[in-house]
């Protein structure tokens, strides 16, 4: 398994996340845009509640030669407003610090942005990032 995939079948554990986030949580995709992935939008191309998780670098990290520490940024959209996105963002914060995931040894919270605006999409945002432990 990779990183990102880790992390979502972590996130997807949490039935109460799921419910919020009825557009899915997607990673192994650049993007999500008007087109793509097509379950983080209804019938009508308008942007249900959603997660994008995204696996930008790494770095080499103790205790082995093959241990890294990876950096992930999880994304939250939603059309309007934040009513749904901070409760999911409480919940995926609370499903992954400090956690050992998969082949993740440890998660570690590095920093939150909350309330802003995704220009290309036109929609709220808001985006944790982890620093994750693991060896590969």
């Known amino acids: 398994m990779t990183l990102s ?16 986030l009825t557009g899915g949580i997607h990673n192994n995709i650049e993007e999500i ?8 939008f209804d019938a009508n191309k308008e942007l249900l509640p959603c997660a994008l998780i995204k696996v930008p670098n790494e770095t080499p990290a103790g205790p082995y030669l093959t241990s890294v520490r990876t950096t992930f940024v999880l994304y939250f959209y939603q059309r309007e407003g ?23 040894w440890n998660v570690e919270y590095v920093s939150g942005v909350y309330q802003q605006r995704d220009q290309g999409l036109d929609c709220p945002l808001g985006s944790f990032r982890f620093a994750a432990v693991r060896r590969i």
Do not use: C, H, T, W
Not at 82 to 96: K, N, Q
């Open 5 to 20: 995939n880790d992390v979502k079948a972590a996130l997807q554990a949490d039935a109460s996340l799921v419910a919020l």
């Open 82 to 104: 934040y009513g749904v996105i901070e409760p999911a963002m409480a919940l995926a914060f609370a499903d992954l610090n400090e956690k050992r995931i998969g082949s993740i």
């Open 33 to 40: 845009s008007r087109y793509n992935p097509a379950a983080a």
